[in-house]
């Protein structure tokens, strides 16, 4: 087996994990929207993003990003072998997270009447952002566990973990939902993230590390890097949760609470459902690109050979979606939800975009740029503002899918200029080639769907989704031997 060969089996052993569990999380959070869908409207499902994105906000300027550069050291620490360094970190790690999440959760308790004000025009649910802050606390607390699983690249206990939680939280919320309806909202917020640290906790004390008793002065000097690199993360973070809090705020003051579900929803299909890809991959990536991150080449063939991958496994995905889309919105919520197709549809062509800058933008993180990091995304998040109000303005929800779509095409072009001049980072004529055959398919869908009535429509596009399988097919049995694998496992 060659080198390239067995580095992009090793991409997709763990995407295949994760991404087994994150498929079926998937089927789980389907039935968690369409609870939510049916019990609560567009209204509560509003009530519900703006509750959550008001946690997002505070909790991503409280959380000085653990949960990215904590992972950085606990990798680097597993990688030397140094099982005392590793006891450290992770001590020092756990500390912390307890300290960010208590501060996390007095913010927000004493912002609580602010939020409500800012979020609803009103004091109607200061004591439901009261009641949801101790939220932040066992988010925080639960980070500090899945860092620990993802830095020693425990992929079978974070699936595990991702797993349980996920159906444990299902079983929880939705009678709450049922019962109470929109004053089951907080309930089950508060349960969901009590049950995520429990689970979490379980799995990473599977993980044999050395406990470290650490005095004030050892966890600050331990710990400021981590805090540094991690705060302007963070920083950086913030600005994504602000610029969807203000859209929000936005949409909700122009046109509705209602209309802050639909959008809701729309992002939610995209992120939940084509964003596995992301999720399953990016758990085992990062890491994996921080243990090379010395040299340019092999960075360069790690971000390569994962962008090859993730386009691959998307294109079939995201062509799914455009053809069927009507029928997964009807199917995922109901259909008071049609209204956001138009809007998907651009979310969807602008995945493509999102993969390949999202290879990319990892290798800063990586190489522990974060200054660099926090002006890039800085940067990109006020042009995305922009482009998302003006677009909404103009044209409603179907705008605010073509200013994803051109936002993300502008992030893709400022990465790959960025990482070429500072890293002498170029794409490989392979992905070149696979990013513009599968692109080409889905703009052919995105025609069929706008222009092709039912169900002329259906029969040429899943025309159009054949091929593209089929063609990631041949390109991963190259990269992976698929046949040479699965002969193997007939002979075992």
């Given at each position: 087996?060659?080198?390239?060969?067995?580095?992009?089996?090793?991409?997709?052993?763990?995407?295949?994990?994760?991404?087994?569990?994150?498929?079926?999380?998937?089927?789980?959070?389907?039935?968690?929207?369409?609870?939510?869908?049916?019990?609560?409207?567009?209204?509560?499902?509003?009530?519900?993003?703006?509750?959550?994105?008001?946690?997002?906000?505070?909790?991503?300027?409280?959380?000085?990003?653990?949960?990215?550069?904590?992972?950085?050291?606990?990798?680097?620490?597993?990688?030397?072998?140094?099982?005392?360094?590793?006891?450290?970190?992770?001590?020092?790690?756990?500390?912390?997270?307890?300290?960010?999440?208590?501060?996390?959760?007095?913010?927000?308790?004493?912002?609580?009447?602010?939020?409500s004000e800012l979020a609803f025009g009103n004091n109607n649910y200061v004591w439901s952002f009261a009641?949801?802050?101790?939220?932040?606390?066992?988010?925080?607390?639960?980070?500090?566990?899945?860092?620990?699983?993802q830095g020693m690249q425990k992929i079978k206990y974070l699936a595990k973990s991702s797993l349980a939680g996920s159906v444990f939280g299902l079983i929880v919320t939705v009678p709450l939902y049922y019962f109470f309806g929109i004053y089951g909202i907080v309930p089950s917020l508060i349960i969901?993230?009590?049950?995520?640290?429990?689970?979490?906790?379980?799995?990473?004390?599977?993980?044999?590390?050395?406990?470290?008793?650490?005095?004030?002065?050892?966890?600050?000097?331990?710990?400021?890097?981590?805090?540094?690199?991690?705060?302007?993360?963070?920083?950086?973070?913030?600005?994504?949760t602000g610029t969807t809090y203000i859209v929000q705020l936005f949409i909700s003051s122009q046109g509705g609470v209602e209309q802050v579900g639909l959008f809701t929803a729309g992002f939610a299909v995209i992120n939940t459902y084509v964003g596995l890809v992301f999720t399953a991959m990016g758990t085992d990536y990062f890491p994996r690109l921080s243990a090379v991150a010395e040299s340019n080449e092999l960075c360069k063939r790690s971000i390569n050979q994962q962008a090859e991958i993730s386009i691959l496994i998307l294109g079939p995905i995201i062509m799914v979606?455009?053809?069927?889309?009507?029928?997964?919105?009807?199917?995922?919520?109901?259909?008071?939800?049609?209204?956001?197709e138009d809007m998907v549809l651009w979310l969807a062509l602008a995945t493509f975009f999102k993969a390949g800058s999202w290879a990319i933008a990892f290798i800063l993180l990586a190489k522990g740029e974060s200054k660099l990091f926090f002006w890039n995304e800085l940067f990109a998040n006020l042009y995305v503002l922009l482009f998302d109000l003006a677009g909404y303005y103009y044209w409603g929800l179907t705008g605010l899918g073509v200013s994803c779509c051109i936002a993300y095409l502008v992030y893709f072009t400022q990465v790959f200029i960025l990482s070429k001049i500072k890293y002498q980072f170029s794409f490989d004529s392979s992905f070149l080639r696979i990013f513009a055959i599968q692109f080409l398919l889905a703009i052919s869908c995105f025609a069929v769907v706008k222009f092709v009535e039912e169900p002329y429509s259906y029969l040429i596009g899943s025309v159009l989704i054949m091929i593209s399988v089929w063609y990631s097919y041949v390109e991963l049995d190259r990269r992976l031997g698929i046949i040479g694998i699965v002969k193997n496992k007939f002979k075992r």
């Open positions: 087996m060659s080198e390239n060969q067995s580095s992009y089996r090793n991409i997709m052993k763990a995407t295949s994990i994760f991404g087994g569990v994150q498929i079926f999380t998937i089927l789980i959070s389907i039935i968690r929207f369409k609870f939510i869908a049916l019990f609560l409207g567009s209204a509560g499902m509003g009530v519900v993003g703006l509750l959550s994105s008001s946690l997002s906000l505070i909790g991503g300027f409280t959380n000085f990003g653990l949960g990215t550069s904590a992972v950085r050291d606990v990798s680097a620490a597993n990688n030397s072998g140094d099982e005392t360094r590793v006891g450290l970190i992770v001590s020092v790690l756990r500390r912390w997270v307890w300290v960010t999440g208590l501060f996390g959760t007095l913010t927000f308790l004493l912002l609580s009447p602010w939020l009641l949801i802050s101790v939220t932040l606390l066992f988010n925080q607390l639960n980070v500090g566990q899945l860092v620990v699983l969901a993230s009590v049950v995520s640290f429990v689970i979490s906790w379980y799995f990473a004390n599977k993980v044999e590390i050395k406990q470290f008793k650490l005095s004030r002065v050892k966890t600050f000097s331990e710990g400021k890097n981590m805090l540094k690199m991690g705060f302007l993360i963070s920083l950086s973070g913030l600005f994504v979606f455009l053809v069927f889309i009507k029928l997964i919105i009807i199917t995922l919520y109901s259909y008071k939800f049609v209204g956001i």
